[in-house]
């Protein structure tokens, strides 16, 4: 019996993807264990969204062969596909995959054709077409009907983007807008549903692109729509989504559903709209603003959350402030704050006027600052109010009390038994910290 582990760096969806690839393997008769203990065989799914993405894949690799020199070694994802010639001659990788072969990867790792040799032969095999038998594909979706160590299920409808905003390789990496049918999608919700996962966040590289490949013939609307009728579904989320693919659809659909929640990812990255052209960011600050006061007139306390690059090059104090102020404005409940990191191969790199890094972190934390301010204040409007929480399997590792998200994600703790993990409750709102609430279970 062989044992796997997996390790998984970045977004949703390179979640997604593992899990895809965990079940391609445990069907094959691999069985998991923690990425802490030594497997047979590693899967290290990457990311390469910043030079530090790379970096910690490469230091991943490191330590998974000193915990079993003899272990096969894996490399798959978005930075294995960006550079696999590089990913390929360092020490201890037995195969790089590609995107178009993570559906076959159980097959080429178990495949009698292809014995163990030495590294400077299994470099030039390593996810390579020329490995005996090995068919390639371009587009290939993967399929789940789990989500290991999760409560909510991710669900990918979507690959790909065209955005090519000037800071981001992913475009290049992942290719182009790549839709999946809604049948397929339809499947693996009513899978998960019946395994019961009782909240499905629709995931993507550019979400609300879903169908631009298709000139209409699939539309992201009909997907939400058509999910959330689904027989046993308590919520259906969206990942994130821009400001400029909010239709006045869309915001009608979420007032008139009970279970699609009223939580939206937009991100900004800047509040200042010299940066945001430079970013080729397709909007304004104040369009930005605009759809954010069209969703509140229509939906109740709607949830914000966001995501800022401070320090990009040629942003000065001014239009720091710019994204301090536009910040405030928007009264977001949750703010991912990334400083800016020199991505090569991307216009943004090739920019003059680059922040140094002691002004980078200065506005970091200044950024902080005021994220946590307008975490404390979204969450203080629902004191003594009562959220419907689905519990989480786990509890909170730092209380030891059972935590959840509510439908607008918040996180909330409280005191109950184990048996309602996994289930919706209600729980008073007695108390308010700037990152979850703290309840009475009703």
């Avoid at 990255?269 to 969703?295: A, C, F, V």
């Avoid at 509510?406 to 993990?421: A, C, H, M, N, W």
Wanted: with cysteine; hydrophobic share 35%.
């Amino acid at each position: 019996m062989k044992t796997c582990a997996f390790i998984t760096l970045g977004c949703k969806v390179n979640q997604y993807e593992t899990q895809a690839i965990r079940e391609s393997l445990t069907a094959k008769g691999f069985v998991e264990t923690v990425p802490e203990q030594a497997a047979d065989l590693y899967v290290i799914n990457t990311c390469t969204v910043t030079s530090a993405s790379d970096d910690k894949s490469r230091q991943h690799i490191k330590r998974v062969k000193r915990k079993n020199p003899n272990a096969t070694v894996v490399v798959t994802g978005c930075y294995a596909e960006a550079d696999a010639e590089a990913v390929k001659k360092l020490e201890g990788v037995d195969f790089v995959i590609t995107k178009a072969e993570e559906a076959q990867i159980a097959e080429i790792v178990c495949r009698d054709t292809v014995p163990r040799i030495p590294l400077s032969k299994r470099r030039e095999w390593g996810g390579d077409a020329s490995i005996p038998g090995l068919e390639k594909e371009a587009i290939y979706h993967l399929k789940i009907s789990q989500f290991a160590g999760h409560t909510r299920a991710f669900l990918k409808i979507e690959d790909g983007c065209d955005q090519y905003c000037s800071y981001c390789i992913i475009p290049y990496v992942r290719g182009s807008i790549k839709s999946r049918r809604p049948q397929d999608i339809l499947e693996e919700a009513r899978r998960l549903i019946d395994n019961g996962f009782k909240e499905i966040i629709l995931t993507g590289i550019h979400l609300g692109a879903y169908g631009k490949d298709t000139r209409g013939s699939y539309r992201l609307l009909d997907i939400i729509q058509t999910l959330s009728n689904l027989s046993g579904l308590k919520r259906l989320r969206l990942s994130s989504i821009e400001a400029n693919e909010i239709t006045h659809d869309l915001i009608d659909l979420m007032l008139h559903s009970k279970k699609i929640c009223p939580h939206f990812h937009i991100p900004l990255q800047s509040g200042d709209d010299s940066i945001l052209k430079r970013m080729n960011r397709r909007y304004t600050s104040s369009q930005y603003l605009e759809i954010l006061d069209d969703i509140r007139s229509k939906i109740n306390i709607p949830s914000f959350t966001t995501d800022i690059i401070v320090g990009f090059p040629g942003e000065q104090d001014e239009h720091f402030e710019n994204t301090v102020n536009l910040c405030k404005r928007a009264g977001f409940s949750r703010m991912h704050i990334f400083p800016f990191s020199v991505r090569e191969s991307t216009p943004a790199a090739k920019m003059n006027n680059h922040c140094s890094p002691q002004t980078i972190n200065r506005r970091k934390t200044l950024l902080d600052v005021t994220a946590k301010t307008l975490a404390f204040s979204y969450k203080k409007q629902f004191l003594g109010a009562y959220a419907e929480v689905l519990v989480e399997k786990e509890r909170d590792s730092k209380t030891n009390k059972l935590c959840g998200y509510s439908e607008r994600y918040i996180k909330v703790l409280f005191e109950g038994p184990d048996t309602i993990k996994n289930s919706m409750v209600s729980v008073r709102i007695e108390d308010v910290a700037p990152s979850f609430a703290m309840g009475i279970l009703q």
